[in-house]
């Protein structure tokens, strides 16, 4: 059993800035794409940012040049580094991994985190 835990997140003022993490737990071989999204109130689930196991990064226009995914393979461990944070960044951040390999070769498909909230308030 592998899981996708996401720590962090938390109440910043605007301007502000934050580093989550989601760190994959489990007998692990190896990871691919891994991705963050979010979900504010009342609106729907966005992908935020994704890096691929080899390093390349994409982003939504809304967090381009203000947030930064990065990952440590070797602690199978996804960041994202959110700097000028803006009211409209408040939302609960996910962590999404497409594919998790275990030691003993088991593949896990789409694994999602709890969430970790990030509140932008004055």
């Known amino acids: 059993q592998v899981q996708l835990v996401e720590s962090g997140g938390g109440l910043v003022q605007p301007g502000g800035s934050l580093r989550l993490s989601c760190a994959a737990s489990g007998s692990i071989f190896s990871i691919t794409a891994m991705r963050w999204h979010r979900q504010a109130p009342g609106k729907q689930r966005e992908l935020v940012a994704a890096i691929s196991a080899g390093g390349v990064t994409n982003y939504s226009d809304s967090v381009k040049g203000r947030f930064t995914i990065s990952r440590d393979n070797a602690e199978n461990t996804v960041y994202l580094q959110m700097h000028s944070l803006e009211p409209e960044d408040t939302a609960v951040y996910y962590c999404?991994?497409?594919?998790?390999?275990?030691?003993?070769?088991?593949?896990?498909?789409?694994?999602w985190g709890q969430g970790t909230l990030v509140s932008v308030s004055s």
């Open positions: 999404n991994a497409d594919k998790i390999t275990t030691r003993d070769l088991r593949r896990y498909l789409d694994i």
